[in-house]
T-cell receptor, first 112, second 116 residues
Framework: AQSVTQLGSHVSVSEGALVLLRCNYS??????LFWYVQYPNQGLQLLLK??????LVKGINGFEAEFKKSETSFHLTKPSAHMSDAAEYFC??????????FGTGTSLTVIP | GAGVSQSPRYKVAKRGQDVALRCDPI?????LFWYQQALGQGPEFLTY????????KSGLPSDRFFAERPEGSVSTLKIQRTQQEDSAVYLC??????????????FGQGTRLTVV
């Protein structure tokens, strides 16, 4: 069975500070892993994904994530937060590629 | 079109009323997904189409929910005899090929359904 756990439903960081959003997954086979961002009243936008190959994945807007199989984690990071990063972030896992399982989301607030 | 389009954006239904939610995927996209996102929750899978074939409907919560994609493009999610617990944002996504083939899924803005 697949599932995703996002630790921390709300995260606040100061502008310019490191962003770290945590995601742990469970999967019976090597998974595909995704991070999506959702701005208010908008659809989900893909930030980055891991399918195979390099475990450090770079995405849009300066975000990156590292797949750590031993820790079953796929944490999202950004070295320096911008005000425009304030949004809801969802981690998702897929085994088949035809169905995503999403976490409950982490709301990121950036403090000026 | 340029992206996945969903209509209506907002729908208020009286309990017991039937509703139909429409999704226009990106032209040429083979795969189409429906998700339900309750307030404060992550999206939950409802159903998946590959062209006109509904390959997975394991996430549909009851037989009041029905989805179709008769010509392999536009899809409709129908909810019969709506109940208050159906209130949620319904998200549609499409992808060029099955996502395991290293393509991404593009999401629409969703339809916010409120059952009163």
């Amino acid at each position: 069975a697949q599932s995703v756990t996002q630790l921390g439903s709300h995260v606040s960081v100061s502008e310019g500070a490191l962003v770290l959003l945590r995601c742990n997954y469970s999967s019976s086979v090597p998974p595909y892993l995704f991070w999506y961002v959702q701005y208010p009243n908008q659809g989900l936008q893909l930030l980055l994904k891991y399918t195979t190959g390099a475990t450090l994945v770079k995405g849009i807007n300066g975000f990156e994530a590292e797949f750590k199989k031993s820790e079953t984690s796929f944490h999202l990071t950004k070295p320096s937060a911008h005000m425009s990063d304030a949004a809801e972030y969802f981690c998702a896992v897929s085994e088949s590629g035809n169905q995503f399982y999403f976490g409950t989301g982490t709301s990121l607030t950036v403090i000026p | 079109g340029a992206g996945v389009s969903q209509s209506p954006r907002y729908k208020v239904a009286k309990r017991g009323q039937d509703v139909a939610l429409r999704c226009d995927p990106i032209s040429g996209h083979v795969s189409l997904f429906w998700y339900q996102q309750a307030l404060g929750q992550g999206p939950e899978f409802l159903t998946y189409f590959q062209n006109e074939a509904q390959l997975d409907k394991s996430g549909l919560p009851s037989d009041r929910f029905f989805a179709e994609r008769p010509e392999g493009s536009v899809s409709t999610l129908k909810i019969q005899r709506t109940q208050q617990e159906d209130s949620a944002v319904y998200l549609c996504a499409s992808s060029l090929r099955p996502v395991r083939l290293n393509t991404e899924a593009f999401f629409g803005q969703g339809t916010r359904l409120t059952v009163v």
